[in-house]
């Protein structure tokens, strides 16, 4: 029975939006955290500054130290929920691609996980990202190959002609199958 | 030469999405309001008080008098901003059907005014609502139909299989063919 | 009998939270417009581009020439809001000093205005400026004391001890005198 | 050397204030969370549902089982990304009194903790919810009193009549004494 869901996709590619609809779709209760989650914990300083995380003006996204080592905590105590039994679906950008995975996964061994890709055309995430009105212009198109290469999933979805709700339902069909 | 863009549809139809990326689109500058702006100028006791704006739990919205004289004023003085010579878009939900429309018109008379019906399809609609998280639930069902009956538009748009960027291009392209 | 309240502080004053206890000290209700109402309606390349409102490191504000047509035409829509009967509130940061005040003086002409001053400390304002954590740091104390230059008014209130309740009592206090 | 600090104090005490304000005058980067780092996690069904947590029209909060649950996982990953090494923040509202504590305790056992008390006059408190208007009225008088009875502290501080970052102020000085 899985206990984590990652949801791995680029800005605006609609992964909170996902996490949300799987709320709604599964009849147990799941905690549902973001990079936000944890970026809106951290001090502003780390938030805008050099040791923190960066938005340049082309969207690409910059992270130092202290945050790396603050996230690694983060990554560790959301493990530790899923292993005090809470159902957990985390919403990440694995900017730095395997290896972000891997800390993931460090992190959650032992654990039932299921990855989830979730893709968007790079042309409509951009739209979507003008549309949301609150992101840096750029992000979308910067992160929406780059996240997914070299990665494997147990279940993709791709909201580029898919609702979110539709992907949600998939991906609790996949849970679904694969407790059957 | 159009100084009034009134987009019409229901909630989680994908109206402030459409008005960020009209404000994108075009090479002019257009101002922006939404029904939550004025909302948002409300005294905290008309936004949920029997006086104001009440939310159903089954999505329904009444609209109390002192909130009507309040958005009486509102829409005059969006008109007055028009006259004044800026470009604005309004983002409406004709709750009351062709009177809410009326006295829209009555307050733009005189003003090239494009009206634009934004359509989505309820039950995609009702998903959207979901996978924002942020409304009640319900108001995207109730309000779907309901709010174009009646109604005829310069434009419609319909976002159950058209991004929002694209709708907004299909907009611009009429008011240039018709400055044409 | 007063129709427009015009409130004029720095950053993190405290002019947002006086508003709303105004809001819900008078028994009729009163429309609160901010800075921030006319900034979300902005274009979002105006919001931090060349041309719209610009935030600088060190909390300095500077604004372009397409801002301020717009900006003229929301004053304008404002005090039409007030003629056609509606009660505001304006929530304002007078930058450009006794110059910024006589747009609106211009605009609000033959309305029964109060001009409120409020102040507050620049070292206090900082520290909400921090303690509020999403404003850029700096804007506090650039702002406390240059808003006020030249400026007479009505009432003044001071945030740096009293309370935004008792700052909007007082304010409420000087109407209903005024009209008694 | 301190490794959690845990505000407890009623809404609108103004315990998120002081967390940024900590954040701000700590040379170390400190993660916080809050009640609503929570709230927000959940699903939107247990945020206002009968299962979840409620807020009544007089503002008093009731919480249900399965939220209880998921709060249980949550106080133990938070434990365990102090366990990691990340310096922790948490800003409470201990409804259940020393019960709710224990729960904390029990989860902290072991790392070294600085328990804090925001204190905040009722009458003041309820004027700060009026003036943030995010909030429903009545929370601030129905906890302001009861988050703190039969509860002991490391530090107390006042936000009656003292600033968040003075309270910040007087909590690192209480942490750096300690340690020295």
């Known amino acids: 029975m899985a206990q984590v869901i990652v949801l791995n996709g680029g800005s605006s590619a609609g992964k909170s939006g996902i996490a949300r609809c799987l709320q709604a779709v599964f009849p147990e209760p799941w905690l549902a955290f973001g990079v936000d989650t944890l970026i809106d914990a951290m001090p502003a300083r780390l ?7 960066g938005f340049a003006d082309d969207g690409e996204v910059t992270v130092g130290g202290e945050f790396r080592e603050l996230e690694d905590a983060w990554i560790g105590g959301v493990a ?11 919403d990440e950008v694995f900017l730095g691609g395997t290896e972000s995975r891997a800390r993931w996964e460090k992190a ?40 997914h290469r070299d990665m494997t999933y147990d279940v993709e979805v791709d909201t580029t002609h898919t609702e979110s709700l539709d992907c949600a339902k998939a991906i609790a069909g996949f ?3 694969k407790n059957g």
Not at 80 to 90: D, E, L, P, S, Y
């Open 47 to 53: 938030r805008l500054g050099e040791e923190g995380i």
């Open 80 to 90: 530790a929920m899923a292993r005090a039994g809470a159902r957990v679906i985390v």
């Open 108 to 147: 959650l061994h032992g654990l039932d996980v299921v990855w989830v890709g979730v893709r968007c055309d790079a042309t409509v995430a951009t739209g979507r990202e003008l549309a949301r009105g609150d992101r840096v212009t750029g992000m979308a198109e910067a992160q929406a190959d780059l996240v």
């Open 175 to 177: 849970l679904s199958s």
